[in-house]
Antibody, heavy 123, light 111 residues
Framework: VQLQESGPGLVKPSQTLSLTCTVS??????????WSWIRQHPGKGLEWIGY???????YYSPSLKSRVSISVDKSKNQLSLKLRSVTAADTAVYYC????????????????WGQGTLVTVSS | QSVLTQPPSVSGAPGQRVTISCTGS?????????VHWYQHLPGTAPKLLIH???NRPSGVPDRFSGSKSGTSASLAITGLQAEDEADYYC???????????FGGGTKLTVL
């Protein structure tokens, strides 16, 4: 399984950041996995943004919930991230990742990741 | 400030054993939520090393092991090799934040 993020590397403040993750070597539609977006601010740790299941069911980090939406295009085997009203604080490397999720225990870990794409928010 | 606390750096000579700690609280590791570990070389895709506290995915050498006790977890690496030089991150669930969280990362230097 391979994941590849793509999208603009530069976004202006107050605009919407839009990224796509193309999955190869496996089908999003096969189920059993929850697909996430994760970011890493420069020089900082990782921050989980949200996940989507192939059915379209989503869950977002409460800290970003008001600005985030994640969608899936099963025909293209892609997932997408939209982050609205961005500021410089949203400058980060954005990763997509495939995860295994066990609801009752809240156990969720990521077995495949993309290489990440740097998005800079600047005018 | 990350919810899970890791030392910024650790180091060891080839062949030695090092451990990386991940300290949480009663709302994450202490609440029995599982801990997972990743290895990351900048510019590449992070790699899952340990899942569910102690389990190694297929292909991960048995030099890597995980443990958990109370509000902390640890990653141990034995027989250090130059290729182990990377950043390491722990991850768990936090019930107060209702989100999955990561540690701040630890840079391992092989001397």
């Amino acid at each position: 399984v391979q994941l590849q993020e793509s999208g603009p590397g530069l976004v202006k403040p107050s605009q919407t950041l839009s990224l796509t993750c193309t999955v190869s070597g496996g089908s999003i539609s096969s189920g059993g996995h929850y697909w996430s977006w994760i970011r890493q601010h420069p020089g900082k740790g990782l921050e989980w943004i949200g996940y989507i299941y192939y059915s379209g069911s989503t869950y977002y980090s409460p800290s970003l919930k008001s600005r985030v939406s994640i969608s899936v295009d099963k025909s293209k085997n892609q997932l997408s991230l939209k982050l609205r009203s961005v500021t410089a604080a949203d400058t980060a490397v954005y990763y997509c990742a495939r995860g295994l999720y066990y609801y009752h225990s809240r156990e969720y870990y990521f077995d495949y990741w993309g290489q990440g794409t740097l998005v800079t928010v600047s005018s | 400030q990350s919810v899970l606390t890791q030392p910024p750096s650790v180091s060891g000579a080839p062949g030695q054993r090092v451990t990386i700690s991940c300290t949480g609280s009663s709302s994450n590791i202490g609440a029995t939520y599982a801990v997972h570990w990743y290895q990351h070389l900048p510019g590449t895709a992070p790699k899952l090393l340990i899942h569910s506290n102690t389990n190694r995915p297929s292909g991960v050498p048995d030099r890597f092991s995980g443990s958990k006790s109370g509000t902390s977890a640890s990653l141990a690496i034995t027989g250090l090799q130059a290729e182990d030089e990377a950043d390491y991150y722990c991850q768990s669930y936090d019930s107060s934040l209702s989100a999955w969280v990561f540690g701040g990362g630890t840079k391992l230097t092989v001397l």
